[in-house]
């Protein structure tokens, strides 16, 4: 079969005088579809797909040659033959045949095949589901997968995969399961069981198609699969879950609300989580979520502030409850109670409540969540600028110098702070007074009736930090 049509021409002709039954004829095809010569082989395949359904069997036989070429033109004209009206049926057997093929390039020919032949393909994908090859099973399940909700006549096959002895088959089927749309909702009890697989693959996909299945069909059955999964053990699990519940969104709220009453701390903690990733579409769960403010578990409670600081605006009846746990011992939940009301109060900066515990929080123990609340207190601007004057009346130490501090970042906005502060510069100690003439420079010219004590200390006081302090704001204040 040189390079000249004509004699091409003649060869193909030959060939299919003699017929494929003829058992030289069949080799010397199944060889000069692996031959070297791309030319050769392509001129090959042309003359075998010719014969049409009658070359399935040879092709077949190609299959299962050594030579990877041969193999991997004989998927092509399978593929193309898949796609015949008259060799189809025929076809798909062959490239089944394919799926178990120790090359994974040709595996995936052969997958992509079976998916363009769409629905004529099922029944032979479904039974081999049974096959003995375990690369045959995990194909076909991977093809019934893409065809998705096409191909749903196989759920109750795939269904039966998820007991497959390999976890590679298990895997796929539970994957495929999650595309076949409203179908699948009847494979939810057994998809429930492989979140308990030994592989973690397939707990994966189990999770992945519950979720699939949860969004498709609004199966409320699928969530509560996935909600009761949140007391597993693996914490990379429980991730995995808390994300799917997440993506589903407002439909997971019921079942999630329902888990926040669990025995199981880990369920409880998971189930906080996942409403805070859920957001704004969670604000039903608010009522349940302030009762667990109150949870015996630390974790919990910073959870539950978490998820109402989430759903923002709209759970603004967890505003008083939130600003008690601005007490709480643990100041993980403190700090998550104070990021909430920053969210919550949002739209409404001057709430007179939320500034309070803002400015309060100045005073706490840990750092990071005075330094929080400084940055919050600041940015509320003059409205806070009442409560810090209350707060510097404070025997906490904490609460009274970061009060002083606030006010001179807020800068020209806290005037009416003044007369406040040049009594403390009169009555504090090193490091009080020292911060109030800082403030007062950072309040600037609006501050000037501070200027005669400002004088007075720059020369009399004992401190020199106080008397540099003093020097510099008389000079900020002195700007005009």
Known sequence: MGEDPAKRKEAAEVLRSIGLENNEVRSALIEALGGRDEFVASRSAEIVEGFGGSAVPLLEEALKNDNYTARKNAVGVLARLALSDESGDI????????????????????????FKTGKLAVPGLVKALSSEDINIREGAA????????????????????????????????????????EAAEGAVPSLRRTLSDDDIGVRNSSIRALKDIAIECESQQAVAALVDALGCESNAMRTGVINALADIGKGAVPSTVEALRSNNTDVRRAAGVALEKIGPEASDAVPELIVALKDSDSGVREAAAGALGKIGPGAKEAIPPLIESMSDEDSDVRDAALSALTSISADNKDNQEVLAAFVGALGDERGFVSSRALELVVDRGKAVVPALLEAMNSEDDNLHMNSIVAIGKIGPEARDAVPRLIKELRVGDDSLREAAAIALGEIGPDASEALPVLREIRVLDESPSVRQSAAEAIIKIEMR
């Open 142 to 181: 991977l093809v019934l997968g893409k065809m998705g909700p096409s191909a749903g006549d196989a759920v109750a096959a795939l269904t039966r995969a998820l007991d497959d002895e390999n976890s590679g088959v298990r895997e796929a089927a539970a994957s495929s399961l999650g595309k076949m749309g």
């Open 91 to 114: 076809a798909v057997s062959g490239l089944v045949e394919a799926l178990g093929d120790e090359k994974r390039i040709i595996r995936e020919h052969a997958i992509t095949a079976l």
